[in-house]
Structure formats: structure tokens, C-alpha cells
């Protein structure tokens, strides 16, 4: 196997325009491989530390010069010279080069554009597509297609000024991916032209979907619902609900607070409307409801859910085995998102992704809302098996890079 002949990071911009790390991995056979790494803004308390610069003169303190630095300087120092053969084991070195509980000496940022960075170049070093050496290398299943999770309608900190829910979620009940694709896509545009309609906005939050000023969190639902149907999906058959409510971020003082309605409510209130609103519009997943360290709430509504309907921990979670146990244990989800960036390396998002399976929850592989045109997560969504994949709407081509790279590799390209 080939060795590590260098690793150089560079700071890049994310889909926000804001800083963000790539890195690139040499190898002596002359292998180049390159990975870049998305940001959260909704992100959990409970996420392994992005290294920002906070030196205000740059980006607004936003700048990723240390972490570009750190692996520049320091882990590309441990790692030159490494045969790629044990990648598992160069992701344990950088964790234990950087020995906090967190990757706050380093940065996770800088730790998972190397270690992405790493798996690639090990792939192209052997001439074999990304999922089929991921797959070989950490997975006993054979690769399976996810189905697709487009969030068509941006609320809360992805927008900005309308919903309190976050995302307002479509899945597409088609087994192919492309199909999957094609649905998702035209239900998109006719959201779109029934907003025109309406003479509603069309203009996109950050992950790509529609943020319309409307008059409650429900008309979101009868838009899509009503869109749909008007192209002929039928919600519940052609495509499910799925919401993620990023609910920490109204969460303050033991109270939810919801702007749109104007209340602030309990958690005993807000499983009523949660209920309320399954009832009338058959959602199907529910992420994130409640805040991330709320775990009465998630178990209490865990138990008013049907066995066959989804309460997906995301910051609940943050990728982490330590906090997925807890949750096992507590009964608070049946489902899990997994977000490279929330732990730091792959060899940890890996077990992330094996730990939810021996629970038997669903694995829902995810982008940021800060993304780049890095494909990774799609690779590695079908290499793992995972249940969804979930990189946002129908528009905005950091998020189409990960659909269309479905789509190649459907057609074994
Ligand atoms: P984030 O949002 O990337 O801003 O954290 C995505 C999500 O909450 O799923
Ligand atoms: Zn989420």
C-alpha cells in the first residue's frame, strides 16, 4: 500500500461564504486526493470543536488559519511517512495527538479534513470507486441506496425571519435514487410555482429550500401537501413528512418558545402539537423536536409515537457512541443522524453508524447547512447502507453534488 508523502491544508469558503477547510493527501505512488469539510449553524453543544481563529480582523473572526495550520504543521508531522493500509489506526493517532474529550486542541475540523482527505486517497490509490472501498473497508453489508431526505422548506436559524420549525421534510417512496431524485425534484418546482402563484417568495434558504413568509408552521405543510398533489403525489404514498424542528434553538429557560404563534409552551404542550399536527398531516420523522439535553420529552413522546414512525436524534446525538448510549438506554429515539463533522474523524462516524445499527435504529447520513461541493457523505450514505440520506433541497449545487454522485453511481459510473 502506498505511504503518506505529504498532507497540506488550505482555507477555502463554504456555500455561506464563510471559511472552512481543504485539505489535500500526496501519496508516494502520486496519488492527490483532496476533501473539504462543511459547517453547522444550528449546531449541538454537545459537538466536537470547530477551530475558528476568532482573530476579528479576519472573516469576522471566523477564519480556520490555526486549523489549516494544525494540519500543516503538526499532524502532517505524525502522518507523513504512514503506509494508508490502517486508516482506522491514522484516525486513533490524530485523535490521540490531540487528547481532549472534544478535539478542541486541534480542531475536528482540521482532524476530519485530513481523515476524509485520507479514505479518498487510500480509494484512488487503489483505483477503486469511493463507496466500494469504504464499503470493503468498514462495512460487512453490501451497499444499499438510501432514500432521500429534501428539506423543501428552510425555517429557523437556515432562514431566519419565518418558521420555527427548521426544516419542512419530503421523502420520496421510490426505490431507485434517481426516481427518487425526479419526484423530489418536481414537487420542488411545484412548491415553486404555487408560491408564484400565491405571490408568495421563492428565494432559498441555506440548504436550498423555499422560505416564504407564511402564517404558521401548518401552511407549510398544506403547501407541500397541496403542491404535490397538484403534479399527483400523494402524501403518504408517493412521498412521506418528516420535519426537523432544531428545537435548541428555541428552547430557553425550560420553555419552548414558538415566535410564529406567539407562546411560549412546555414540553408536555409541544408533544400535544406534535401530535396534533402527526394527526392531521401524517408525518412520518420527527428530528430533533425537543432540545438536546431535554431527554424526558424525547422518551415521553417516543412512547405516543407508532412503533413504524421515526423521532431521529441529530444534536441529541452529535455522531457521538457516549450520547447514543445514554439514549438507547433512556428509550429517547429510534433513529439517528450521522454528521461527519459532529465527531471528527471517519473512523468514529463509522462506529457511530454500527452502534445505531446494533440498536436498530435507522442511520440517516447528513450534510450542514455550511456545505462545500464535497461528495463524500454520498459515498459514504450508500458504502454503509444508511436509511437516508439527507443534503438538503432541490437547488443550490453544494447540495446536488452529493444527489447527482447517488446518481452516478446508480449508473455505475
Ligand atoms: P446545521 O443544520 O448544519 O445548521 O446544524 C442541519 C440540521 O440541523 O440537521
Ligand atoms: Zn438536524
Redesign the pocket.
Known amino acids: 500500500m502506498a505511504k503518506i508523502k505529504n498532507i497540506r491544508a488550505i482555507e477555502i469558503l463554504d456555500s455561506r461564504g464563510k471559511p472552512t477547510l481543504r485539505t489535500f493527501v500526496f501519496l508516494d505512488d502520486g496519488t492527490v486526493a483532496s476533501s473539504s469539510i462543511?459547517?453547522?449553524?444550528?449546531?449541538?453543544s454537545h459537538e466536537a470543536v470547530e477551530l475558528r481563529d476568532n482573530d476579528s480582523k479576519r472573516y469576522h473572526g471566523l477564519g480556520v488559519l490555526k486549523a489549516v495550520n494544525n494540519v500543516n504543521e503538526i499532524i502532517a508531522k505524525k502522518l507523513v511517512g504512514q503506509p494508508l493500509d490502517k486508516l482506522d489506526e491514522l484516525d486513533k493517532l490524530m485523535i490521540d495527538l490531540d487528547g481532549s474529550e472534544n478535539k478542541s486542541v486541534l480542531g475536528a475540523n482540521a482532524i476530519l479534513s485530513v481523515s476524509q482527505a485520507l479514505i479518498k486517497a487510500a480509494a484512488q490509490s487503489l483505483k477503486k470507486p469511493l463507496w466500494q472501498f469504504i464499503n470493503e473497508y468498514y462495512f460487512e453489508a453490501k451497499p444499499r441506496f438510501p432514500r432521500m431526505m429534501f428539506n423543501v422548506i428552510n425555517g429557523g436559524?437556515?432562514a431566519d425571519w419565518n418558521f420555527d420549525i427548521?426544516?419542512f421534510i419530503i421523502i420520496p417512496q421510490r426505490q431507485l435514487a434517481s426516481e427518487s431524485i425526479k419526484v423530489g425534484s418536481e414537487i420542488y418546482h411545484s412548491i415553486q410555482k404555487n408560491l408564484k402563484e400565491k405571490k408568495l417568495s421563492i428565494l432559498v434558504g441555506?440548504?436550498g429550500g423555499f422560505s416564504p413568509i407564511l402564517n404558521s408552521n401548518e401552511e407549510a405543510f398544506q403547501l407541500i401537501i397541496e403542491s404535490a398533489k397538484n403534479i399527483g403525489y400523494e402524501n403518504g404514498k408517493d412521498f412521506k413528512l418528516a420535519i426537523?424542528g432544531?428545537a435548541s434553538e428555541f428552547f430557553s429557560n425550560g420553555k419552548y418558545i414558538l415566535k410564529k404563534d406567539n407562546k411560549e409552551i412546555t414540553g408536555d404542550e409541544l408533544i400535544k402539537y406534535y401530535l396534533e399536527i402527526e394527526n392531521k398531516y401524517g408525518i412520518y420523522s420527527f428530528?430533533?423536536v425537543f432540545q438536546e439535553d431535554d431527554w424526558e420529552n424525547w422518551t415521553k413522546f417516543k412512547t405516543q409515537l407508532n412503533q413504524n414512525e421515526l423521532l431521529v436524534g441529530?444534536?441529541l446525538f452529535c455522531t457521538n457512541t457516549k450520547r447514543m448510549g445514554i439514549g438507547f438506554e433512556k428509550k429517547s429515539a429510534n433513529a439517528t443522524?450521522i454528521?461527519p463533522n459532529q465527531i471528527g474523524t471517519i473512523k468514529e462516524t463509522v462506529d457511530a453508524i454500527k452502534l445505531a445499527k446494533q440498536y436498530n435504529w435507522l442511520v440517516a447520513v447528513?450534510?450542514?447547512?455550511?456545505e462545500t461541493e464535497d461528495s463524500f457523505i454520498a459515498d459514504l450514505a450508500y458504502a454503509a447502507g444508511a436509511d437516508f440520506l439527507?443534503t438538503g433541497s432541490l437547488s443550490r449545487s453544494e447540495r446536488l453534488a452529493k444527489y447527482n454522485r447517488l446518481i452516478e453511481i446508480e449508473n455505475n459510473l
Do not use: C, V, Y
Not at 38 to 44: E, F, I, K, L, R
Not at 366 to 370: I, K, N, Y
Open positions: 462543511p459547517s453547522g449553524a444550528s449546531t449541538g436559524k437556515h427548521q426544516e441555506d440548504e426537523d432544531a428530528e430533533d441529530d444534536d443522524i454528521k447528513s450534510h450542514r447547512s455550511g439527507k
